[in-house]
């Protein structure tokens, strides 16, 4: 693109100093900046001026920028470093570790009985159908753990309930939940890991890991009677990068995923990041052991099995663990000292910590209704959308419905997507995308 570095500069310059103004960062003039400053080293796959947009961002908040006047206890507006925050999968890594690791606990037979043999135990969502056709398909034993890995009749059903959210002839497998809240089809594969300890499941995660990252891109394996399960996973080497860039210049940098949490803690060394910085779908545990039920955020009590780490349910764990903001707080925007300086996501499920970012937000397009919409309409200058690095999409056919059904409220309906003054977004072409 032809617009020149200082003018691109100006939105993220401009949020860093509004921010100082208010008193809550020491800000040092662009001038500052210096050649030590840390510096993105991978430059393919970058669309347009995304990647000196982000250097300018860095350059900006970090040590060496408007962040850094009055010492580390000082930046940030919340009191400590700039923080930056980015979802896992297909934003870090191509393709799913949560799948990656359904698919290996299914194929090595991993998953346990349910309590009683009564699959309504394994989710408060889950249909009396579903429950029925997976009772069916997965008759009761001796053994503790279900037969997947040759009994197909039974692992074809878990696959259909979590793949695709119905039972095996289509019926819906799931009802009675916030879709901004929860995905009980995300949060089914956190349940299903009752009965093993945090430590065992870390342990199956990291046998997938191991799998799908020396197996070939593109490659394939066989889970029950789907022959073509995707078999492989990779980091993004420009998003490794970035991570480590980041960090280098001070920034605070964290995982957000709708994936087990037990699951993410191994991926997330990967790419730099601890343990205790990735917030993944949280389990209760008793004796030691996972249980069916999930722990709480905001509002939501440990055992409601209401607010994962999704949507609007991001924003609340982010605020909850991040920026220490207890009680139903947690459900709301905060002010601009208690959020994120960067976010980076690539669907629906990331829509409502992307808009919370005050300095950019990084978006890998995935053709996702309401991401792009936001995106694309870039209200407030401080969008960012970049193809896939790994097999990006082509450009949609047709607009994105923004202005219709973009949008989808609480209860599942659809609605127009609206800007924070109650306007409405109009409908979106796609205009960054792969070859």
Request: glycine content about 10%.
């Amino acid at each position: 693109m032809s617009t020149s570095p200082a003018v691109r500069r100006l939105p993220v310059l401009a949020a860093a100093l509004s921010i100082a103004a208010a008193g809550l960062v020491a800000a040092q003039p662009a001038e500052a900046h210096s050649t030590r400053c840390p510096q993105l080293a991978v430059s393919e796959g970058w669309f347009g001026d995304n990647q000196d947009r982000i250097q300018d961002l860095i350059d900006s908040y970090g040590t060496c920028g408007a962040g850094a006047g009055a010492g580390a206890g000082a930046r940030a507006g919340h009191g400590k470093k700039p923080v930056a925050v980015f979802d896992w999968d297909n934003t870090v890594v191509k393709n799913d570790v949560g799948d990656a690791t359904m698919y290996w606990l299914l194929r090595h037979s991993k998953i346990q009985r349910p309590a009683h043999g009564d699959w309504r135990t394994t989710s408060r969502y889950l249909t009396a159908a579903a429950a029925n056709s997976i009772a069916a398909a997965c008759p009761a034993g001796r053994s503790a753990t279900l037969p997947t890995a040759t009994d197909t009749r039974c692992a074809d059903e878990i696959l259909a309930v979590y793949g695709e959210g119905t039972t095996g002839k289509g019926a819906p497998a799931f009802a009675g939940y916030d879709r901004r809240t929860m995905e009980p089809s995300y949060a089914w594969l956190a349940q299903l890991l009752h009965g093993w300890t945090p430590a065992q499941v870390k342990a199956f995660a990291s046998a997938a890991r191991t799998e799908n990252l020396k197996a070939p891109a593109d490659a394939v394996q066989t889970v029950g009677s789907n022959t073509k399960a995707t078999a492989w996973v990779r980091y993004y080497d420009q998003q490794r990068d970035l991570i480590r860039t980041l960090q280098k210049s001070g920034f605070d940098v964290w995982i957000t995923s709708a994936s087990p949490e037990p699951v993410v803690d191994v991926w997330a060394r990967g790419a730099g990041v601890d343990p205790d910085h990735a917030i993944g779908i949280r389990s209760t545990t008793e004796h030691g052991r996972i249980t069916s039920h999930l722990k709480g955020c905001g509002s939501a009590k440990d055992g409601d099995d209401a607010m994962i780490t999704y949507i609007d349910g991001k924003r609340c764990w982010m605020n909850q663990e991040i920026f220490g903001v207890r009680g139903a707080a947690a459900e709301k925007v905060q002010p601009a000292k208690q959020r994120q300086v960067f976010a980076a996501g690539d669907s629906d499920t990331d829509v409502s910590f992307l808009r919370d970012a005050t300095g950019l937000r990084l978006v890998l397009n995935r053709n996702k209704n309401e991401l792009m919409c936001r995106a694309y309409d870039d209200s407030d200058g401080r969008w960012i959308v970049n193809p896939m690095f790994i097999e990006p999409k082509g450009q949609k056919a047709a607009p994105y419905p923004c202005a219709t059904t973009g949008y989808t409220e609480h209860d599942g309906t659809p609605a127009p997507v609206r800007r924070a003054d109650g306007s409405v977004v109009p409908d979106q072409w796609d205009s960054v995308y792969g070859g």
